[in-house]
């Protein structure tokens, strides 16, 4: 697939000149990147030579020298009279073709100490966690393998259910997992197939295609607002599907926080018993509603003993915990217990031991300093970026831990890798997005400390007013 100049320079070869190195090897690089990231495929045509130089301002030979570095390294093909193209590689050497998540990921994995990450929506250290008295591993029984997890953190997990969030729960009702985004891939396993479609709202939390991959199953976006989901949208959309899986999360959606209204909750509920569908509730971010006076919401679970409901420890407490959990009917606990034991016998028992006492010492009062800490970050960010990127759509979120900002652009990518060379990583809005109409946004946490939020927001606008050049720039030229 041929591309236009502009496309190289603008999108494929971003960022090359901030390379080290000698000319020719940072382009060299800047091309492997774009393969990398699945912007250039096996057979696609790199821009002849004369015109490539002319577009980076590079004399020819430069770009002759970077050409032949990448057929060196088997990256492209010279063909004689016919151009240069991207090779093919080995079926057992190429990576699956990279989506926004996956380029989010080797960003954070190419992060250095200067980099501020609000890419990642939870707490962004365990400064603020309570203190929990110092244990003795003598006190841990016998082999240590409970494929459900462990007694006591099931039952303190139920307690916290129970008393804190409003869903009645026992211990035999919970399967404790690797976090959240464990406990939708067990459920998607269990029950996602290539004939059944995964409802959700558009945007949606960037995990859920991952937790779906392999399966075969089809994402369909619905709307949000400040409301939460569109129930009304669910139940169109479920009634022309054999039995659904709808994914919702009303206690703080991921990644706008809307809360879900109590008008939504029994159209949703209709929805799902009148397609024979599941409906499955991720409740993370429930217990992190910023606002004071807002309504509490209650988990639909509470309503509907079929719903299965899902949430972990990263948000409130530490993502390092790895701590999860399932809530589902009898029947498809068993079924998923049986999928956990076949590649994962057991959750490990230290971080369950630790988890058992964070919740005994997380009290109201603990609840209640971090959820105004946080409720005051978010609103030094929302003024802050405001302020500093007027152009930018941004809305104060209802709960949770991250702002979902709207930029004026069609698809934030370009613009998530400039604000990574600015030392800022943001989730850009493809990760979160399922219909292609969510594009422009960014997923900002606040977990962060304000003197940090500060900083980022700083360097996010210095990263927009280069992007914004750029952009006029080539409209000029076009």
């Known amino acids: 697939m041929d591309q236009d100049l502009g496309w190289w320079v603008r999108v494929a070869l971003d960022g090359w000149a901030a390379r080290p190195g000698p000319r020719y090897r940072r382009v060299a690089e800047g091309v492997a990147a774009a393969i990398e990231r699945g912007l250039l495929a096996a057979g696609d045509r790199l821009p002849a030579e004369r015109l490539l130089a002319e577009g980076l301002g590079l004399s020819r030979g430069t770009v002759v020298r970077c050409f032949d570095e990448l057929?060196?390294?088997?990256?492209?093909?010279?063909r004689q009279g016919a151009g240069t193209y991207v090779r093919a590689r080995p079926a057992w050497t190429q990576a699956p073709r990279r989506s926004a998540a996956s380029a989010l990921l080797q960003r954070r994995l190419d992060e250095d100490r200067e980099t501020i990450d609000l890419s990642l929506s939870v707490p962004a250290g365990t400064e603020h966690l309570?203190?929990?008295a110092a244990g003795d591993p003598a006190e841990w029984r016998g082999h240590g393998l409970h494929p459900a997890g462990l007694p006591e953190l099931r039952a303190a997990l139920a307690t916290?259910?129970?008393?804190?969030?409003?869903?009645?729960t026992t211990a035999e009702q919970l399967i404790v997992t690797s976090g959240a985004q464990h406990a939708l891939t067990l459920i998607a396993a269990a029950a996602v197939s290539v004939d059944r479609t995964v409802i959700t709202a558009c945007p949606t939390y960037p995990g859920l295609a991952g937790a779906l991959a392999g399966r075969g199953g089809r994402l369909l976006g619905v709307g949000v607002d400040s409301l939460g989901i569109d129930a009304q949208a669910v139940r169109r959309a479920a009634s022309r599907l054999a039995s659904p899986v709808i994914y919702v999360d009303p206690c703080g959606h991921n990644p706008t926080g809307a809360l879900l209204a109590r008008s939504r909750r029994e159209p949703l509920l209709a929805a799902a018993r009148a397609g024979d569908g599941l409906l499955v509730e991720d409740l993370a971010q429930a217990g992190l509603t910023l606002d004071e006076d807002a309504e509490p919401v209650a988990p639909l679970a509470a309503s509907d003993e079929s719903v299965v409901a899902v949430g972990s420890l990263s948000k409130m407490f530490w993502a390092g915990l790895r701590i999860g959990w399932i809530r589902a009917p009898a029947a498809l606990r068993g079924h998923l217990l049986r999928l956990r034991s076949a590649n994962d016998l057991a959750p490990g028992v230290p971080g369950q031991?630790?988890?058992t006492r964070l919740l005994a010492a997380a009290d109201e009062a603990w609840s209640?300093?971090?959820?105004?800490?946080?409720?005051?970050r978010r609103d030094l960010l929302v003024t802050a970026l405001r302020r500093r990127l007027p152009a930018w759509e941004v809305?104060?979120?209802?709960?949770?831990?991250?702002?979902y900002a709207r930029l004026p652009v069609a698809d934030s990518e370009t613009y998530a890798h400039r604000a990574a060379r600015y030392g800022v990583l943001v989730t850009p809005g493809a990760a979160c997005c399922v219909d292609r109409r969510h594009f422009a946004g960014v997923r900002l946490s606040f977990a962060e400390s304000p003197h940090t939020l500060d900083a980022a927001v700083d360097r996010l606008a210095a990263a927009w007013e280069e992007h914004s050049r750029d952009v006029a720039a080539t409209r000029g030229r076009a």
């Open 71 to 78: 057929a060196g390294a088997g990256l492209v093909e010279r």
């Open 130 to 132: 309570p203190v929990v």
């Open 160 to 168: 916290h259910l129970t008393h804190r969030l409003g869903l009645p």
């Open 353 to 355: 031991w630790y988890a």
């Open 368 to 376: 209640g300093k971090l959820r105004a800490a946080l409720a005051a």
């Open 395 to 403: 809305e104060p979120p209802a709960a949770g831990l991250s702002v």
